[in-house]
């Protein structure tokens, strides 16, 4: 069964800070990788995904994940980040054809001003 | 709009009781799915649905039941059964299609006393 792990569960920046959310997945055959935002009180949205071609994908708000394939990962990273981004952040993979998505632990950010 | 609903936000029952979550979505997605979400440990899938009347167990099935009679609706119900009910719990619904993200609901936030 495929998995996720997502290393980092709590992480506390300041504002204009460099973020990167690291994200490793355990299938070895063609993935599709997600990162998806949890804002307080709101409900999971999609912040990105990779399918296929370019592995530097850019998404909402300024973030970007990169696929690097020999390392099963696809870690997220915005250069400066904002108190608006505080958030609670999964990675999601889906593999071998499958398209129900599995979630790692989540990694809950706070952003100070 | 198109998306996903869930209700109640909130829902209050008393140990030994079973409860049914609703999830109605308008989306026209094949695909349902429930997650329990707890605190660090991020998104576990329950149930999902591929097609109407079809429905397979995810990773912590125990304790739970679900239907799928229409497209749009796929309720869960909590019973008995399940030691540990009090948790958030979120539908989602997706096309069919590997990579294609799946769309998520505001969640139900139930808790058994």
């Known amino acids: 069964a495929q998995s996720v792990s997502q290393h980092n569960h709590h992480v506390i920046l300041s504002e204009a800070a460099s973020l990167e959310l690291g994200c490793n997945y355990s299938y070895g055959g063609t993935v599709n990788l997600f990162w998806y935002v949890q804002y307080p009180g709101q409900h999971l949205q999609l912040l990105l995904k990779?399918?296929?071609?370019?592995?530097l994908v850019k998404g909402i708000k300024g973030f970007e994940a990169e696929f690097i394939k020999s390392k099963f990962s696809f870690n997220l990273r915005k250069p400066s980040v904002q108190w608006s981004d505080t958030a609670e952040y999964f990675c999601a993979v889906m593999s071998g054809g499958s398209y129900i998505p599995t979630f790692g632990r989540g990694t809950s950010l706070i952003v100070h001003p | 709009d198109g998306g996903i609903t869930q209700s109640p936000k909130y829902l209050f029952r008393k140990e030994g009781q079973n409860v049914t979550l609703s999830c109605e979505q308008n989306?026209?997605?094949?695909?349902m799915y429930w997650y329990r979400q707890d605190p660090g440990q991020g998104l576990r899938l329950i149930y999902y649905?591929?097609?109407?009347?079809?429905?397979q167990k995810g990773d912590i099935a125990e304790g739970y039941s679900v239907s799928r009679e229409k497209k749009e609706s796929f309720p869960l119900t909590v019973t008995s059964a399940q030691k540990n009910p009090t948790a958030f719990y979120l539908c989602?619904?997706?096309?069919?299609?590997?990579?294609?993200?799946?769309?998520f609901g505001q969640g139900t936030r139930l808790t058994v006393v």
């Open positions: 989306l026209n997605h094949d695909a």
């Open positions: 990779y399918f296929s071609g370019d592995p």
């Open positions: 989602a619904s997706s096309p069919r299609t590997f990579g294609t993200e799946a769309f």
């Open positions: 649905s591929q097609i109407v009347n079809d429905f």
